[in-house]
């Protein structure tokens, strides 16, 4: 716990891709694609359909509401990868470190490592593109605007 602290690890971003609408879509598509169902029996399930995807959607909405609960699952997880990466005398020696005033600037400073280095890899990339791109772009545009020129005049 004391090394999730120091490191700022209890910040964790949680996105999970979950949509109703695909499991309304697999619900729907049990009955709809039912061969032996009439239409007026596919029209009659209807209701069951989306009353069965009402309460889905109710669990789901509760579980994501529940915050002790992704707390402790978060929590846990921090906690295997851990226990997958580094021993007890390990993770003794980084809370030493992170402890004293170097390593509470390398914990402030890790985790905006990546994206300060994606922005600046992307300004370098668009600056050697432009420099790459830009002397062949001034010469095509001139050679489109010239035939531009020349279809205007040919004009009858």
Do not use: C, H
């Not at 846990?76 to 005033?101: C, G, H, Q, W």
């Not at 600056?127 to 004009?155: D, G, N």
């Amino acid at each position: 716990l004391e090394f999730r602290n120091l490191t700022g690890a209890q910040k964790v971003d949680i996105s999970v891709n979950y949509s109703i609408e695909g499991v309304k879509g697999t619900l729907s598509g049990i009955v709809e694609d039912d061969q032996d169902l009439t239409d007026t029996q596919k029209s009659e399930l209807a209701p069951s359909v989306s009353e069965a995807s009402g309460r889905i959607e109710n669990l789901a909405r509760e579980f994501f509401a529940d915050e002790a609960a992704i707390a402790k699952i978060s929590e846990l997880a921090i906690f295997k990868v851990y226990d997958e990466n580094f021993s007890d005398a390990e993770l003794r020696e980084m809370i030493l470190f992170f402890r004293t005033p170097t390593g509470k600037k390398a914990a402030a400073f890790l985790p905006n490592v990546t994206s300060q280095v994606e922005k600046l890899v992307q300004q370098d990339i668009v600056a050697k593109l432009k420099e790459l791109i830009e002397p062949q772009y001034q010469i095509e545009t001139e050679k489109l605007e010239k035939k531009v020129k020349e279809t205007k005049a040919a004009r009858p």
